[in-house]
């Protein structure tokens, strides 16, 4: 095929816009840029927190101080400036929403267009939505029916009211605040999120989904998610999110801790929609992410699905710890770059106890002027007996100007340990978009075809809803690209 | 002592040791030591904080009152007699390096007329075009610790010259004694400029003669030239004592073919930094290595391919064994350049770990920022595969035994890419023995460095 040919499509293709671009006129309550101890007061004052939260932001504020952004990704980001951050906004609503007409019309409007389902009465689709607008929860669906069995699913700031006692137990046992610079800096100022908590022998009956929009301007979105499951139970979590766009860049920082006990399983997966900046790179969010869980009881199992799309910097590397005997987990993730979007994504996987298991399914796509870079840890100590890991990280280049990068590490301190890494860099092939040609599929829907065959063995693992979502965001960016 | 201390030192033996360094050096040289030296006082010796040094501690390795000579010592008795490495069947141009510097020796080398092999200092002086062009131009001093260092003290080393369209047939063998009556750090820098359409095939052998404490810090800088054919055989197998801080830059031109082989089989630290960059199209390039640590042995294996232009093909791979406490490290760095497109690049590392005491950690890394290339890599970290061992007995081999084929058909894979026959066949009798416990050395040498 003509080289000029190939660029159009390719133009074409990488130049679809971001249709979650627009912003909410909605009255926002938000403090003034900057960050120091009085603002963390002031944050957790306005959450009526009691004295331990306040106490827990201090501690890690004081630590963060003591820090520096690290430099070690394949990332090139500009100084941030935390003092002209915005580091609290939330939609001014009224005191306690009783039913749906209590909700903001502009913010239902805001969720209508994004097609997340604030109505109960009107829902088709079995899932339970916790809706986080800039810094704070919005509405929580489904909250009575979970309650029944004794599932907890509601804003963290609820928790922190309602179940004081379970957050003060598990918040920070998996990312300390002293983990890394972004998680130090979280912890001092997040200001909502979700918090799930499934009791012993429950079956979670619906997907938890949580719902993250950025919307006021200036402001950095905080979020933190806990999830606790306790014996022989359930729950498959969904996590989306999006961006207006705007010139300037935008700040989020997230923390998600995930405990999973005995015989437990928790499915965590995350469509990553933020804003992801223009075709010159300016604007987009910055989407420093913490997220970790621990399989602390025995045949534990935790998976992670993750299709990331968006963001102009992505630094995200979901983490399982295997520490109870025989446990399990599995990572899957497509990160599609574009533009000049940058990631740097991967996984860790810690093996502590007897005969755990681990997989790593990775996908980078790499178009436009683009950096993608996986990177994974994968550690087996010394104690550990017959633990088993196979990693996979393929990267497709879709263009001569992006690049794909594999920084794995396998750290092997026991002798009955198996641990297998493979990683390939190609384009499509010549080839593949000729048979597909022959049997009268054009070029562009060779190309989609075969990027959505390249994803599929991720895509396949998210829920449907998810599934298709992913698959729709994947044809938007990629459809018809030639290498 | 602190690495800050370590480095200080270093510092100051410069600044007092400069007359002793510059004696005998060429004005060149010097300039290059000034300048590396200014780099050291950048970078230092590299700490765990370095991603590249990650998993080997340098500071415990430097941290020793080694003697450094700045100039060339004496050490006691005649090496030609002392050193003799029959082997008939391996017949190669034997040169003899003492501590890093050059041992002037009696024999005389079989090499086509126009091959230089002489000491750096020697090469600096009397073919200074050949040394000023290449000297300093392929090792990185701005990047790296150890190679400032080097630079900023090195004084002597092997200089090797094959000029254009010759071929040397018989390999030409350096092997670097060390051997001294106090603990010693040398320094050895090596230039080897293979001209266009010439083929040599170099084999470079570290012994350690006494029990002494070493610490050995060597640069090579190798220039491959268009359509030219270059084999190097790295051969380490010193005592425990020692630690081998060895680092390759290789350039290659246009058509050119490399192999490089590194084997490590015993020592007690030993770092390999091995660089090739691909300057020119459709070059080819082979690095194999394998190395099999027991005891409290460490390795650390680190390459670094850099696909500068397109059509160039790399196949890198590399093999380990780790039995008791031994730790072994490994990073593979390929970096293909915006430009390089239609590169092929392939690395695998496998590893067997034979203990619970043993660490092997490994990185094998992909930089790619060109879109039509086909580059892999893979990693593994596991035991001796369990169906084979049943094959193995049942057809009545004892455990021990069967495990001891597996583990040499294992490390066989590295050895069977050797070029030179007798080589091979020393190797593989060096690695059997090795395997079974035993002294590896070769039967009718008569040296005693591992008593």
Redesign the interface.
Known sequence: MAKEEQDKILDEVTQSDYKYGFSSDIDTDSIAKGLNEDVIRLISSKKNEPEFMLEFRLNAYRHWLTLKMPEWAHLDIPPIDYQEIIFYAAPVQKAKLESMDDVDPEIRATFDKLGIPLDEQKLLSNVAVDVVMDSSSVKTTFKEVLAEKGIIFCSFSDAVQDHPDLIQKYMGSVVSYRDNFFAALNSAVFSDGSFVYIPKGVRCPMELSTYFRINAENTGQFERTLIVCEDESYVSYLEGCTAPMRDENQLHAAIVEIIVKDNSEVKYSTVQNWYPGNKEGLGGIYNFVTKRGICEGVNSKLMWAQVETGSAVTWKYPSSILKGDGSSSEFYSVAVTNHHQQADTGTKMIHIGNNTKSTIISKGISAGKSNNSYRGLVKVVKNCEGARNFSQCDSLLLGDKCGAHTYPYLEVHNKSAKVEHEATTSKIGEDQIFYCNQRGISTEDAIGLIVNGYAKEVINKMPMEFAVEAQKLLAISLEGSVG | MSIDTINNDFLDLFKQGKSLLDDKSSKFMNTKREEAFEQFKKLGVPTLAN?NYKYTNLVPVFDHPYTVDLQYRTVMGDLNKLFYCDVPELDTNLVLLSNGWYYNQNRKLDIPEGVIVCSLQEAAEKHSEIFEKHYGKYAKPNEEGLVALNTALAKDGIFIYVPKNVVVEKPIQVINLLRSDRDLMATQRNLVVVEENAQVKLIFCDHTLTEHKYLSNTVSEINVAKNAIFDLYTIQNQHLNAAILNSVFIRQEANSNVLSNILSLYGGIIRNNHYTIFDGEHCENNTYGMYLMDRNQHVDNFTFADHAKPNCVSNEHFKGVMGDEATAAFTGKIHVR??A?KTEAYQRNN?L???????????????????????????????MDDDALFYLRARGIHEEEARMMLMFAFAHEIIEKIRIDALKDRIDELVEKRLRGKISKCSTCAIACHQ
Do not use: M, Y
Request: hydrophobic residues 35%.
């Open positions: 991603e915006r430009d497109q590893n770990l034979l203990s619970n005491d043993a660490v092997i950690n490994t990185k094998p890394q992909l930089v790619i920022d060109a879109d039509d290339v086909k580059c892999s890599h893979g990693a593994t970290v596991g035991q």
